[in-house]
C-alpha cells in the first residue's frame, strides 16, 4: 500500500524564523515520485517540487529546499527565513504505478501541514 | 490559456439529491483525479482515471460515480447515497509521464 504521513499537524513560527516540514512515505515500487504541494487560503494546490525515486539529490530553490533520503523513506522540506506570505497548508504526495503492465498511476496525499507565520 | 477549470464554486444540495460537479482541462493530460478534503483529513482520492473510458476507484469511492467519455473531462456525481457529502473537491490532471498534477480551484459543497 502507498501511504504518506506528515506528523506534524500544525507549526507556527514567528517571521525570519527556519522551520522544516517532515514528509515520510511508504510504497513498495522502485520507480515513484514524491512532490510538494502549497495551499493557500483560496484553496487551489500550487506545486513546489517534484523529486523521483532515482534521484536523491537535495534542492534549494530560494528560501526553499528540500532533503530526500531514501534510506528513511523520508521527503523533508525546510523554508529559510520564514516570511507571512509563507503561511499556508503544505502537502506531500507519492506517485506511484507508473511502468507497471497495465498499471495505473495513483497520486496520494499526506494529510498537510498548517505553518503560520507570525510577524 | 491553459488550465483546469472546476464549476462551480460553490453548490448546495438537499439531502437526498444526485450532484455533478465538472471539471475541464485543456492540457492534454492523460491522467485525471478527484479529491475530497475535510479539515484534518487532507486530500483523500475518489477516483482517478488514466485514459478516456477507463477509471479506478480510490480510497474513498463509496457514493461517488465518475465517467470519462471525452479526454478533457471528469465529471464527478455525488450521489445520494453518499452520507456525508459536505466537502471541498478539487480536481487535478496530470501527464502520464510522472510530472506534477495541477489543480483546479475547487467546488465546495454544502449539503442542506
Known amino acids: 500500500a502507498q501511504k504518506v504521513t506528515q506528523a506534524q499537524t500544525e507549526i507556527s513560527v514567528v517571521e525570519k524564523e527556519d522551520v522544516t516540514l517532515d514528509c515520510v512515505y511508504e510504497t513498495r515500487d522502485t520507480t515513484y515520485y514524491l512532490f510538494w504541494y502549497k495551499q493557500p487560503p483560496s484553496g487551489e494546490l500550487v506545486f513546489l517540487i517534484r523529486?523521483?525515486?532515482?534521484?536523491?539529490q537535495n534542492e534549494i530553490s530560494g528560501r526553499y529546499s528540500w532533503n530526500f533520503q531514501k534510506s528513511t523513506s523520508s521527503f523533508n522540506f525546510t523554508i529559510t527565513a520564514s516570511q507571512v506570505v509563507d503561511s499556508a497548508v503544505y502537502f506531500c504526495a507519492l506517485l506511484v504505478g507508473r511502468g507497471h503492465q497495465g498499471g495505473s498511476e495513483k497520486l496520494v496525499f499526506g494529510k498537510g501541514t498548517k505553518l503560520t507565520v507570525n510577524p | 490559456d491553459g488550465g483546469i477549470t472546476q464549476s462551480p464554486k460553490y453548490l448546495f444540495r438537499k439531502e437526498g439529491q444526485n450532484v455533478t460537479l465538472s471539471c475541464e482541462q485543456n492540457?492534454?493530460?492523460?491522467?485525471m483525479y478527484w479529491y475530497r478534503q475535510d479539515p484534518g483529513q487532507g486530500l483523500r482520492l475518489i477516483y482517478y482515471s488514466q485514459i478516456v473510458n477507463d477509471f479506478q476507484k480510490g480510497d474513498i469511492a463509496e457514493g461517488y460515480s465518475v465517467s470519462r467519455e471525452k479526454k478533457e473531462s471528469f465529471p464527478l456525481t455525488v450521489t445520494s447515497a453518499q452520507k456525508n457529502p459536505t466537502a471541498f473537491y478539487l480536481c487535478a490532471s496530470s501527464n502520464r509521464a510522472g510530472t506534477e498534477a495541477f489543480f483546479g480551484q475547487g467546488t465546495r459543497l454544502t449539503v442542506v
Open positions: 492540457l492534454n493530460h492523460d491522467a
Open positions: 523529486r523521483n525515486s532515482f534521484d536523491e
